[in-house]
């Protein structure tokens, strides 16, 4: 996975922590929620580039890239 495609994925967790935390201090239940799904979009994206990888690795393996 790209550095870009990880890059994306933190920026969109640290966004939802700070929508969270201004929500939670603002008292705007609906503007923590936003932050929430943030960080879970966030926390997809990184599982993404997890799942990508390893299979890049596996197919790296088949193809006998790495020998």
Known sequence: MSIEDRFDARKDDLKGK???G???VADDESTEAEG???QMKGDLKEGLADVK??????KDK???KDN
């Open 18 to 20: 700070a929508k969270e």
């Open 22 to 24: 201004y929500g939670k």
């Open 36 to 38: 929430k799904f943030d």
């Open 53 to 58: 990888d390893k299979m890049n690795d596996m």
């Open 62 to 64: 088949l193809t006998d």
